[in-house]
């Protein structure tokens, strides 16, 4: 009898776990690539966009550049605020933005990380 109970509490907890697994695992997969672009938004020997822009909830941070706000609203383009990271020359040839994507700085993986962070701010 106690065999059987263990049998059918170990059997409801897998079932439990897996259902959990089932409804979690989507807006964890979402949630990495936000919290990795912050990262390495944030990450001085990456993106160290806090050298030059002012970002909610950053430290020691620069003023030359526009702050990074309302970024949906400002670039509805996605595609846009992509190039403008990969590559800001393309927008201003002038600019002192490091081209990030075309000098080899972040992936194109790691641009689209910080472009889904921004589109959180
Ligand atoms: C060395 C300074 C510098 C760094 C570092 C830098 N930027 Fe910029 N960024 C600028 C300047 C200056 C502009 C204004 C446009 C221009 O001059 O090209 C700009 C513009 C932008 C814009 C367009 C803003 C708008 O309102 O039009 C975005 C988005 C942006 N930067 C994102 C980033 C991200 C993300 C990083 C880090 C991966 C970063 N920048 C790092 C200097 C910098």
Same mark, same amino acid.
């Given at each position: 009898?106690?065999?059987?109970?263990?049998?059918?509490?170990?059997?409801?907890?897998?079932?439990?776990?897996?259902?959990?697994?089932?409804?979690?695992?989507?807006?964890? %997969?979402?949630?990495?690539?936000? &919290? *990795?672009?912050?990262?390495?938004?944030? #990450?001085?020997? =990456?993106? !160290?966009?806090?050298?030059?822009?002012?970002?909610?909830?950053?430290?020691?941070?620069?003023?030359?550049?526009?702050?990074?706000?309302?970024?949906? %609203?400002?670039?509805?383009?996605? &595609? *846009?605020?992509?190039?403008?990271?990969? #590559?800001?020359? =393309?927008? !201003?040839?002038?600019?002192?933005?490091?081209?990030?994507?075309?000098?080899?700085?972040?992936?194109?993986?790691?641009?689209?990380?910080?472009?889904?962070?921004?589109?959180?701010?």
């Amino acid at each position: 009898m106690r065999l059987l109970q263990n049998k059918v509490i170990k059997k409801v907890t897998l079932f439990i776990g897996l259902l959990a697994s089932a409804v979690v695992a989507p807006c964890w %997969a979402e949630s990495t690539g936000v &919290e *990795k672009g912050k990262a390495l938004t944030f #990450d001085r020997k =990456k993106g !160290n966009c806090l050298s030059c822009h002012v970002i909610a909830g950053g430290t020691l941070m620069g003023t030359t550049a526009p702050p990074l706000i309302q970024m949906q %609203a400002r670039f509805p383009d996605k &595609e *846009k605020l992509y190039d403008q990271i990969w #590559d800001a020359r =393309k927008r !201003n040839p002038n600019t002192i933005m490091p081209p990030f994507g075309s000098h080899g700085m972040l992936s194109n993986e790691e641009v689209d990380a910080v472009v889904e962070y921004l589109y959180t701010l």
